[in-house]
């Protein structure tokens, strides 16, 4: 019983630590993304709040959290309301089965370093994945407005066909390391990370995860300039702020993914397992706010062609590649 | 991707790879460039003298008012923020007893600005004037006033109107032959 007790205050604390880093690096993932891409456009982005604007997070939750919070008079109220939580839950989920360190030892007890070692690490994060979608397509449903439906059905077809290709590009991976448990993937880039071996395999992942996210070049949903703002055009205040949480921590959650599957997740000389882990997301995250500041929107059919013509072909002849070998 | 149908297909991935590697360079070389950006309550630009924003009524050399008070400003507004009322000073010389601009509406398109026949009314190039109460942006003929002649120093209406008044009799203006007998200029 008392060991019972002990493992649920552990959890609790861990959920906490775990749930507090991630809003708080989405928070800053925001200022960094608004500042880098200030530069790669020459400008300075944002420096009113506090020293280089590092105060500009807090300003903007305050101004979101205070804002009112509209609800159109057509909107379908309930699932309109749902939608924004819908998107955030599932990203913050995804990151329960990521290992962020092997394991600690605190007062004799091994404390593993993951919220839950799930032995379908990866089939849940497609999971959660997928229902994310419907945060998407049920906001933009709900909103009742043209603009806001074309967002959510570009989302839902969007994610349908990207979701295909990035589950593709990782059975080589479970083929490699012969488990679904995230955990085990790690272990198994003990001697090198697997970004060596299956270049390809990342480079169909990271297309993906980037569409996955929504971001330029794949922001489809959005498109600030033909949808004003796609799916969440008819959200305000802090209901919106969800919807952009949810982005920010969807972008991590791809680049602990990534580390976790390509980069050897919290494998690194030097540094302390969970710094490694921080480090990947963060150089992923950067290098999406850098795609987003030099390429252009796809256009919807280029999208759909991209995913189904090239990359799921490219997937699938990766499979059989990475079989072959393992079988020779 | 474009599609070339004499092109092997080798080659156009290749061209495709590096128009994005070009691209990606283009950004990853501003990084290190210098922002182009003025910020502003820091540095304030130099702004050109026709610039549209704060209205004035000047004064022509002499010190008088220009202003006629002959509506054609308040005419071609086209919010109707320009409002006043005419009269007449001894000399003859008409003038507004008051004259009042709702700077909440003025959308600072300049067309008083051009209707005006005395170049009283004229536009500066300050725009620093937001209030918290929008009743303080409503200017009388006090606040609008300066002691100067604006972009035009020199004019002074009343020398070429034609009109007599303190400044010049009948035949005394610029431009203006001196006036004829009609009686002993019959034929």
């Known amino acids: ?328 | 991707m474009n599609t070339d149908k004499n092109e092997s297909p080798m080659t156009q991935i290749l061209a495709d790879l590096k128009a994005l590697a070009i691209g990606f360079a283009t950004t990853f070389k501003h990084l290190f460039q210098k922002p182009f950006t003025e910020e502003y309550p820091e540095y304030k630009r130099p702004l050109p003298a026709r610039s549209r924003a704060r209205i004035i009524l000047t004064r022509d050399p002499d010190g008088g008012e220009r202003c006629v008070a002959c509506y054609l400003c308040s005419a071609v507004c086209p919010v109707s923020c320009i409002s006043m009322q005419s009269a007449e000073q001894a000399d003859g010389r008409r003038y507004a007893p008051w004259f009042r601009i709702n700077f909440g509406r003025c959308i600072y398109c300049g067309l008083c600005e051009e209707a005006c026949p005395t170049a009283a009314i004229q536009l500066t190039p300050d725009f620093e004037m937001c209030k918290q109460d929008i009743l303080a942006l409503v200017y009388e003929k006090e606040d609008l006033l300066v002691d100067h002649g604006g972009k035009d120093k020199q004019y002074n209406f009343y020398q070429y109107a034609g009109v007599v008044t303190d400044v010049g009799e009948k035949g005394t203006h610029i431009k203006e032959e001196k006036p004829v007998n009609i009686r002993s200029n019959l034929p």
């Open chain 1, 1 to 328: 019983m008392l060991t019972w007790i002990a493992g649920f205050i552990l959890l609790i604390v861990k959920l906490g630590i775990v749930l507090g880093c991630m809003l708080f690096l989405a928070a800053y993932l925001v200022w960094a993304e608004r500042k880098l891409l200030a530069r790669l456009q020459v400008r300075y982005g944002p420096n009113r709040a506090g020293k280089f604007g590092l105060l500009q997070p807090i300003a903007d939750s305050i101004k979101m959290i205070t804002k009112e919070d509209i609800v159109p008079e057509a909107a379908d109220r309930i699932i309109f309301l749902v939608a924004p939580a819908v998107v955030a839950t599932t990203a913050l989920l995804m990151f329960a089965v990521v290992p962020f360190g092997s394991s600690l030892k605190i007062w004799g007890r091994e404390i593993p370093l993951v919220i839950s070692d799930l032995n379908v690490g990866l089939l849940y994060v497609f999971a959660l994945s997928s229902l994310g979608v419907y945060g998407v397509a049920l906001g933009g449903w709900a909103s009742n407005s043209k603009f806001a439906l074309l967002g959510g059905i570009r989302g839902a077809a969007q994610m349908i066909s990207y979701e295909l290709s990035l589950g593709l590009s990782l059975i080589p991976i479970v083929m490699l390391a012969q488990s679904f448990s995230l955990v085990d993937i790690v272990q198994a880039q003990a001697n090198y990370p697997f970004i060596f071996v299956q270049p390809i395999s990342f480079a169909i992942f990271f297309i993906s995860a980037v569409a996955e996210s929504k971001r330029i070049p794949f922001d489809l949903p959005e498109a600030e300039n033909e949808l004003g703002a796609g799916f969440h055009m008819e959200y305000s205040g802090m209901r919106f702020g969800l919807f952009f949480i949810g982005e920010y921590v969807h972008i991590q959650v791809l680049g602990a993914l990534a580390a976790v599957f390509f980069l050897g997740g919290w494998r690194g000389p030097w540094l302390p397992p969970p710094v490694w882990l921080l480090l990947k997301i963060i150089l992923v995250a950067l290098v999406m706010i850098w795609i987003r500041g030099t390429l252009p929107r796809l256009r919807y059919d280029q999208l759909m062609e991209l995913g189904w013509k090239v990359l799921v072909p490219a997937a699938l002849i990766n499979i059989v590649i990475t079989g072959a070998f393992i079988l020779i």
